[in-house]
């Protein structure tokens, strides 16, 4: 059988083999657990102490600012619960979006029970937080502002800079900014927001590993009970292969960043023009999303139905993001369009550096296929 071919890079990307040969090597290196304090205690911590400072270079944060947890969902979920609970005296209501991957959307219903009031704001016809609407919301008691840089669905990038300058002029409401789907297709500053999310596996890096940047001045409850790791903000024993890992996958992004970009930004624009010749087919994911992100519904399939026919014919796309039900619209294209049969008949193409203009020729050949009934 043909081997299939990958649109879904935006769910997980393929390990660099640098990147395991870094966990592998440091894996076997570092035996003692870092917070021994005997000699091969010291040894893993001196590994992971330095990794810690390379990567805070690399991210121009300090190495205390960093938090490695388990993925993403772990590094939303402690930022959110985390600040909601240190931060109780400010007030108890929260501002997101509709735009939110499930891990903050999630934590955000499990704040509303305990009693937090949550407000999403409206966005733009081009999937933007609505500036305006924002500074309306945004209030005294605002204890905390939750956005993506880049949603997952149709890869709507944020205005972060002007978003921190309203959430900022009330100086006791924090941001946190999910950089999840940024990270690996547009430059991330970390400074701008007062804590930030990302998992290596979104850019050539292992599964398993995620970070949360919380800047020195932001209060947090950890979430977990246990002792200190590398943080008291997340406990267990410190994985210094993992964390190696993750710096190998950041510093083979940051080198290539721009070609990534110009690379997708060439097959973008043909998979727009190619498969806007196909009747019926809508693209979902405004002209200014990032390039490697691509939503678009068929007339007349539901996304799930266009995923699997694809996936009969060898291409693996994906309806909404791969941590939510099939058979819900998908909210960023809901947002984007107000139309919910469009939302319903949605899918999403993801690329990478890995992408081939042959695949994306092929995939072009399917969809229209597809369409034609063949
Ligand atoms: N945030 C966004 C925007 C995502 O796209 C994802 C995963 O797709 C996550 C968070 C969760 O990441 P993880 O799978 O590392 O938990």
């Not at 305006?132 to 880049?150: M, Q, Y």
Request: glycine content about 6%; charged content about 20%.
């Amino acid at each position: 059988m043909k081997k299939p071919v990958y649109f879904d890079y935006c769910a997980n990307t393929p390990v660099d083999p640098s990147v395991l040969e870094t966990y592998v090597k440091t894996a076997s290196q570092c035996v003692g657990n870092a917070n021994s304090v005997h000699a091969m205690g010291r040894a893993s911590k001196a590994v992971m102490d330095d990794v810690l400072a390379k990567m805070a270079a690399l991210l121009h944060v300090r190495p205390d600012e960093i938090i490695l947890t388990s993925g993403a969902t772990e590094a939303n979920n402690l930022a959110l619960k985390g600040i909601a609970a240190a931060t109780r005296h400010v007030g108890k209501h929260i501002v997101s979006t509709s735009l939110e991957h499930s891990s903050i959307s999630a934590s955000l219903s499990m704040l509303q029970m305990e009693g937090y009031e949550i407000d999403l704001c409206p966005l733009t016809s081009d999937g933007t937080i609505d500036l305006e609407e924002l500074a309306d919301l945004v209030r005294d008691d605002t204890c905390l502002v939750s956005i993506s840089l880049v949603d997952s669905e149709a890869g709507v990038i944020q205005p972060v800079k002007k978003i921190a300058e309203i959430v900022h002029s009330h100086p006791k409401t924090l941001l946190h900014m999910d950089a999840t789907q940024a990270m690996g297709k547009i430059p991330v500053d970390f400074a701008i927001a007062d804590t930030v999310s990302f998992a290596p596996h979104k850019f050539f890096g292992l599964n398993g590993c995620g970070v949360l940047i919380k800047h020195e001045h932001v209060p947090l409850v950890p979430q977990n009970s246990g002792g200190a790791s590398t943080t008291l903000y997340r406990s267990g024993t410190p994985d210094p292969a993992m964390a190696a890992a993750c710096l190998c996958a950041l510093e083979k992004m940051y080198a290539s960043l721009s070609n990534w970009q110009s690379h997708c930004e060439k097959l973008n624009a043909y998979l727009r023009r190619e498969l806007t010749k196909i009747e019926g087919l809508k693209i979902n994911s405004p002209d200014h999303a990032v390039p490697q992100i691509l939503n678009i519904s068929l007339h007349g399939y539901k996304g799930f139905e266009m995923q699997k026919a694809l996936d009969e014919k060898g291409y693996c796309v994906s309806v909404k993001s791969a941590c939510t039900s099939d058979y819900l619209p998908s909210h960023a294209v809901m947002a984007l369009t107000k139309d919910r049969k469009r939302a319903l008949e949605s899918f999403r193409i993801s690329l990478s550096p890995l992408t081939t203009m042959e695949e994306c020729q092929g995939l072009a050949e399917a969809i229209r296929e597809i369409h034609e009934g063949k």
